[in-house]
């Protein structure tokens, strides 16, 4: 498993400042097109705890356009658990971060599955193979987690993001501003603790 | 003058402002460039510049309200800085919009020609080729893995790991013996040691298991390739035959080489209006970061610029509504700041000079009150006269003097005045000859017939340079000499009557005794005829001695001093008692006419009464016979130079004063009566100068004589009614 690594938020600042420069509307965004996380669950025994999720994706045409074009596309994959307290704040008790790269590679004519993370590259024939084997993520083990007190409940938050920054310069810009680029989706919550 | 160094306009904030955007649109500039590291800041370097954007624009949108509301409230200066403004931007923004276009068709035609059709169907080929290479290899793979298979087929199960080391003829390559279950019989290939094959995914056996040999490439690692080929051994139902074979190293670079020329091919095709649009942005950024930048700065030095101008047109202001006290604070060493460091010089010299104008002012006006106290104070009439005649000053005593109110005339030409008073026509007349000749000095006495009667006046002239705006002006004293040559008249009288008294009236008594002593000493011894011619001429020289001794004792007591008590008195009733002395057959009817209520008046009631008789006398005196004569007697209060007097009007219908005698009556020896002494008015006169009043004929009454007596008013004393 690889390190904590720090949230580059300053790029969500910079998307919304941009935006807001371009005047793109930010509410008008929403489409069809997406990383929807179905179903996340914790699996497992207490001291070896596995997150299970399915995963439904809906790139966008564009996105699609410049895969086949030999464009890498990069998703971090982001779990974090909460100690949540009646009282004020919660607390971070396990955070994690995978970060997956998608590429196509014409010659062979087929499509790499990298874990940037690892170095571990999966190959397939075809983009509906990938997706179906993305679908399904399985065995991701975490830390074991600490006990609980009374009053106290943990929640699990799984989102996945697109990694604007790893598009090619030129891209960067218009992935921004342009709403076709969209892939962002809202994080999914579910609590640890009935 | 010091010389002064020059400053750059911009201070250096603002050079600081400019190096640091410079700097970030550098970076950002070079982040653009394929291989930079700068790449992964480029977002940041983006959104630094645009807030840098924006910063500006605030700035200049700042300093353009300000400019707004400077020229809305018409603020100095606010006019000159809207037109270096307006002409700066447009000599900057003119050319970098020249420039900018420009740079845009160039860059759109620059991206354009990277990309061709020829160099498309290149790589296109190219890529095709690599793969024609590699799907060769795998069919050559493929068709020695079959052979392979169907030597192993005729080879029992228990000596096919044997066989397949000896059939193994490729160094790199990995054959794995397995059976339908995936359980590995036998291995062949160079990892002997840890190596666990990895077996075809269920796809593939599918195929295989229909008899279909597969053949395929697949990924190693990141970036590698290699060949799997699996086949089924013949007559061997549940055993295949798999062989991984690693593409040739040389291929491998080869085939490398062209994926990656042909993916960054594609890439940069599918990026070409991207790059358009991030170079765009790019230049566009640099571009209003850079005019922001410099009409920022444009306002910043042009108000630097115009602040000497605006403090001036301030100054001006200041000066125009009469502070000259006003400094400019200097900013500036330049030309300009010279300016407003001569513009304090000069202010400050204005303000010596107004100070010392207000210092001659105030002497001037103290000197003009000094001399305006000073001619009020004369009793000399002073009037001042410039080259045209045109009336300049008049002091106080020539109101009086020539009985004119002066201050209604200064400024107007001597024609208004005398066409006001003509007496005093009369007197111009008699000075025109000085006033138009060319002596710088001259006295004339001229006799006046003035409103308050007969005045001797002693004029003195001066010719002055400058007197109103042009020519030679004039200034005229003149002394009312009346009371003096009255007054010398008078004492000239008096030592005659002294005289006569004293020489006369000596020799009269033996004059007389002799001839009464020769009418008794001869009376005894003429005859009657001689007696008679002695009696009639002694008796005329005793009458005539008799008439010389009252002439001699009227001159007597005309030039004795008088003593006089003077007391209140109420005029009216005064004169009530007087004319009740004279029955209806004194022939004389009085008649009063008073106006107003007159206060008491200060005199002795015993010369007041033999004043009033002597004027009742002479006035019935004078009646012509059979005349049915009126004495009018009126009494009013009069103010002169502020204060009060009574006048006192005798007024009779007889024949008058003759025109001729009328400025003598008052003098001893002058009389219209065949009668008298002709001292009578000349006694009226001295009694009533002793009361310290005056008496006048009035010239202008023509229906005979009227005198008007004014007598001063007892202190404290309240207005009396009728």
């Not at chain 2, 006003?326 to 000069?346: A, I």
């Not at chain 2, 003593?563 to 029955?583: F, G, K, N, S």
Request: glycine fraction near 6%.
């Amino acid at each position: 498993m690889q390190g904590l690594k720090s949230i580059p938020r300053s790029w969500q600042v910079s998307t919304l400042a941009l935006a807001i420069i371009a005047g793109v509307p930010m509410s008008g965004i929403a489409s069809e097109s997406g990383i929807f996380i179905q179903r996340a669950q914790l699996d497992g025994k207490e001291n070896r705890p596995v997150v299970t999720a399915d995963i439904e994706y809906r790139f966008p045409n564009v996105a699609l356009r410049a895969l086949d074009e030999g464009i890498p596309l990069t998703f971090r994959v982001k779990l974090r658990i909460d100690r949540v307290r009646s009282w004020g704040w919660s607390e971070t008790l396990v955070q994690d971060e995978r970060t997956i790269q998608l590429r196509y590679q014409p010659l062979a004519k087929f499509f790499q599955v990298s874990d940037l993370g690892s170095g571990a590259a999966l190959h397939y024939a075809s983009l509906a193979s990938v997706l179906d084997t993305l679908s399904h993520l399985r065995g991701w083990s975490i830390p074991q987690l600490p006990a609980l007190t009374e009053n106290e409940q943990r929640e699990a938050t799984l989102s996945f993001e697109f990694d604007v920054e790893s598009l090619p310069l030129p891209l960067r810009l218009v992935a921004y501003l342009s709403p076709d680029w969209t892939m962002e989706t809202p994080p999914y919550r579910w609590p640890l603790d009935p | 003058m010091a010389t002064r160094s020059l400053r750059p306009p911009l201070t250096l904030s603002i050079i600081l402002l400019f190096l640091a955007i410079l700097g970030s649109l550098h970076l950002m500039s070079s982040a653009t460039q394929d291989a930079s590291a700068l790449g992964e800041i480029y977002s940041t370097l983006v959104l630094t510049n645009a807030l840098a954007g924006l910063l500006l624009l605030t700035l200049v949108g700042v300093n353009i309200y300000w400019l707004i509301r400077e020229l809305r409230r018409k603020a100095a200066g606010s006019n000159l800085t809207s037109r270096m403004i307006f002409l700066f931007s447009l000599l900057t923004m003119a050319p970098a919009a020249i420039v900018f276009y420009y740079s845009m068709q160039f860059l759109d035609r620059s991206i354009d020609s990277w990309f061709d059709v020829n160099i498309d169907h290149a790589m296109e080929d190219a890529l095709e080729l690599g793969q024609t290479a590699l799907d060769e290899r795998m069919r050559n793979v493929s068709k020695e893995l079959e052979q392979t298979a169907e030597k192993l087929a005729t080879s029992p199960v228990s000596l096919m790991g044997v066989r397949l080391n000896e059939l193994n003829e490729l160094e790199d390559a990995e054959l794995t013996l397995f059976t339908r279950q995936g359980h590995v019989i036998s291995y062949s290939g160079a990892h002997t040691e840890s190596f666990i094959p990895a077996l075809p995914d269920i796809n593939v056996m599918i195929q295989v298991r229909r008899g279909k040999p597969y053949v395929g490439l697949e990924g190693v690692g990141a970036g590698g390739l290699q060949i799997r080929a699996v086949a089924p051994i013949m007559g061997e139902d549940s055993l295949y035959l798999q062989a991984i074979y690693p593409i040739p190293r040389h291929l491998a670079q080869l085939t490398d080489t062209v994926e990656s020329a042909y993916l960054h091919y594609k890439e940069m095709t599918f990026l070409r209006g991207s790059l358009k649009f991030t170079f765009s942005l790019t230049l566009s950024l640099i571009l209003l970061l850079s005019l922001l930048a410099a009409v920022w700065s444009a306002f910043l030095s042009i108000r630097r610029i115009v602040e000497p101008v605006r403090l001036l047109a301030i100054g001006t202001r200041s000066i125009a509504a009469g502070d000259y006290e006003k400094r400019l604070p200097v900013k500036d060493r330049g030309e300009l700041g010279f300016l407003v460091e001569s513009f304090n010089t000069m202010t400050a010299k204005i303000a010596q000079s107004r100070d010392q104008a207000e210092r001659s002012q105030r002497e001037l006006q103290a000197q003009h009150a000094y001399l305006e106290t000073l001619l009020a104070s004369l009793s000399s009439a002073v009037l001042s006269l410039d080259a045209r005649g045109t009336v300049l000053t008049a002091n106080q005593a020539a109101n009086t003097i020539l009985h004119a109110d002066f201050s209604q005339y200064l400024g107007w030409p001597l024609a208004v005045l005398t066409g006001a008073y003509p007496h005093i026509a009369e007197l111009m007349n008699a000075l025109s000859p000085h006033i138009d000749g060319d002596k710088q000095t001259w006295t004339q006495e001229v006799g006046l017939q003035g409103p308050g009667g007969r005045q001797e006046l002693f004029c003195r002239g001066t010719t002055i340079e400058g007197v109103g705006n042009e020519g030679h002006g004039h200034v005229l004293v003149i002394d009312d000499v009346t009371a003096l040559i009255q007054a010398q008249r008078n004492s000239a009288w008096s030592e005659v009557a002294r005289r006569l008294a004293h020489e006369i009236k000596n020799p009269l008594t033996p004059i007389q005794l002799s001839a009464e002593r020769l009418r008794h000493k001869l009376s005894k011894v003429l005859v009657e005829g001689d007696l008679e011619m002695l009696e009639k001429s002694t008796r005329t020289i005793v009458q005539q001695v008799e008439a010389m001794k009252s002439m001699v004792n009227a001159f007597a007591e005309y030039a004795k001093p008088t003593i006089v008590q003077l007391c209140p008195i109420a005029i009216r009733p005064l004169l009530d008692e007087i004319v009740a002395l004279y029955p209806p057959s004194s022939g004389i009817a009085f008649e009063f006419s008073h106006q107003g209520d007159v206060p008491e008046i200060l005199a002795d009631p015993v010369k007041l009464r033999q004043v009033v008789h002597n004027l009742i006398k002479n006035a019935q005196e004078a009646m012509p016979q059979g005349h049915e004569g009126k004495v009018t007697l009126s009494t009013r209060r009069t103010e002169d130079a502020g204060t009060e007097q009574v006048e006192v009007r005798i007024s009779d219908n007889g024949p008058g004063i003759p025109p001729e005698q009328s400025s003598r009556i008052f003098e001893p020896y002058v009389t219209t009566k065949s009668k008298g002494t002709g001292l009578g008015l000349a006694i009226v006169k001295r009694i009533i100068e002793e009361f310290g009043g005056k008496i006048r004929l009035d010239s202008h009454y023509h229906n005979g004589a009227s005198f008007v007596i004014i007598l001063p008013v007892a202190p404290d004393s309240q207005p009396k009614a009728p």
